[in-house]
């Protein structure tokens, strides 16, 4: 049966695609079928980051409107066979995504696949509502920060409220994953502690990806987190998260920068 | 305050989680149904109107939400030459 995850924030540039893609990455790593769907629509970069940028040719919307099967338009990724994404189109019409045709896509990816991860685009407009619509599962992506907290809530509202798990009356499954967190600068309060956020948005907590210069680099060449460097403190930190999602107990932690003497020789020369 | 607070260096983090929990605690109650301050601000400004003709330029409306209670202040400035129209 397939689970279907929304990774969603409000806020823009707090890591959703980051996210999808590295949580994508390493739920496929397990074995499992994984296909990650962007649903920004005109600013598309998910398959930038996983470094399929020059092998789009046909996109989510393109499927919609029938001008491709859904299969030509999935492209399968070149170091994972089991990991897949569906790009969005860089069309300016944004109500090119109508709540139908993403309701058959989904349905027709769930027949296919064990894992669909809905990377949302930023904001509370048609994409961010229409890429959490069929989700079972939440993935809310927030930073130790004021404006990412109060995005979040607002994100958490349209959860319980405009999907349809609650239309259905049933309860979104939500967890939080904490992006950017710097421990030194929460030890000093300096930034707002994990548990701070925790009380404030009251959802359980998935993971905790510290700020690192890991992320950069793998965007930088076009690699899921994960499938960059799986020994970084992030790839750490999401391939904890990912098993997590699939229900594991996986005790919490904060991975650090902190490499063993031969961790430090041989980590370098895999970068 | 302390006399040991003036030694201590203020951090920032206890001021974000104070300003959001107060901040979330509005939103909550306010998001999806109509901000009650906001109907309240129209319909006061509404029966002022039904008798004088006010200046947009002279009306001043602030509000101040805090922890527990949110206050409304609506200045009018009502010239003394102002006709009163008949109820």
Known sequence: MAKVV???????????????????AALAQRGEKTVVVDFDVGLRNLDLVMGAERRVVYDIVNVIQGDAKLPQALIRDKRLETLFLLPASQTRDKDSLTAEGVEQVMNDLKRHFDWIICDSPAGIERGATLAMRHADVAVVVTNPEVSSVRDSDRIIGLLDSKTEKAELGERMEKHL???????????????????????ILSIPLLGIVPESMDVLKASNIGAPVTLADSRSAPALAYLDAARRLAGETVPMTIPGEKRGLLGKIFGRRAA | MSIFSLFRKQNSAPTARERLQVLLAHERASVGQSDLVAILREEILA?????????????????ERGEHVTTL??????????????A
Do not use: F, Q
């Open chain 1, 6 to 24: 929304v990774v969603t924030s409000g806020k823009g540039g707090v890591g959703k695609t980051t996210s999808s893609a590295a949580l994508g």
């Open chain 1, 177 to 199: 994953l904490l992006t950017r967190y710097d421990a030194v600068r929460a030890e000093r309060g300096d930034m707002l502690k994990v548990d701070d956020v925790l009380e």
């Open chain 2, 47 to 63: 029966v002022i109107a039904k008798h004088v003709e006010i200046d947009d330029e002279k009306v001043s409306v602030k509000m």
């Open chain 2, 73 to 86: 202040e609506v200045d009018i400035e009502i010239p003394v030459t102002v006709t009163v129209r008949a």
